[in-house]
């Protein structure tokens, strides 16, 4: 199997496919055929969470310098549970691409957060052991870390510089990517925000949403620095 619309969704290409059908194979699948040595995705699973944790921590301490130890455990655990998880797997589609076995897949496994929610960590693993911590990096930051703003709204810099702008008559905001570069599991973008067609700040990420983030954090330092960000 070469699971190609997945790997596109994910934005990284393996170069053992075998590593990303390990981790997309459950126990049950494994138990059911043990004539055939099937590695199930357990211990990927292991390795992945951990990965997963050091990223996201990695994250938020550099790009949250102001916040205090509490509010950074608490981003962190909204952005790495099962229901964030679930999200992502719902995002690629994980479900239909799993190998389960029979009993799972008649109560409806496909679609149980914490079967999805396994599989993600473990395709992580997967990536890591395939292409270094560069491609496991990558896919947390394309699909984890594309919805930081959600884990603390205080940190959604589009949502308070799109409410500072509306204070003044006849200001618009859009965004505009200027750059991208980088293979595709370690791709980095770069985005202007424009008011009224004017830069006013730009910023880079490893998704475009992250991007837009830091255009508009800088955008609020040099258009509105009496704000406390």
């Known amino acids: 199997m070469s699971f190609a619309s997945l ?6 290409q393996f170069r053992d496919v075998k590593l990303l ?12 055929n043990r004539a055939g040595r099937i590695s ?4 990927l699973e292991f390795l992945g969470d951990s990965i997963l944790g050091f990223v996201v921590a990695d994250y938020l301490y550099r790009n949250f310098p102001s916040h205090l130890e509490g509010d950074l455990t608490r981003m962190r655990a909204e952005l790495v549970c099962e229901r964030s998880l679930a999200v992502m797997a719902k995002e690629l589609n994980l479900g239909p691409e799993l190998r389960l076995g029979h009993g799972e897949e008649r109560s409806g496994g496909r679609e149980r957060a914490s079967i999805l929610s396994d599989a993600c960590e ?19 930051y394309r699909h984890i870390l594309d919805r930081v703003a959600e884990a603390s709204h205080s940190c959604d810099f589009k949502t308070i510089l799109q409410e500072l702008v509306q204070r003044e008559k006849g200001r618009s905001l859009a965004y505009r990517l200027v750059d991208e570069s980088g293979p595709d599991h370690d791709k980095t973008f770069a985005v202007e925000v424009l008011r009224n067609g004017e830069a006013v700040g730009r910023g880079t990420g490893r998704s475009k949403k992250l991007a837009e983030q830091a255009a508009a954090r800088e955008a609020i330092t040099r258009l509105f620095p009496e704000e406390k960000i």
């Open 7 to 12: 790997q596109k969704a994910l934005g990284y």
């Open 21 to 32: 059908e390990q981790a997309l194979t459950h126990t049950s699948y494994a138990n059911e």
């Open 40 to 43: 199930h995705n357990e211990r």
């Open 122 to 140: 473990a395709i992580m693993a997967a990536a890591y052991l395939d292409g270094g911590f560069e491609a496991a990096r990558g896919i947390v």
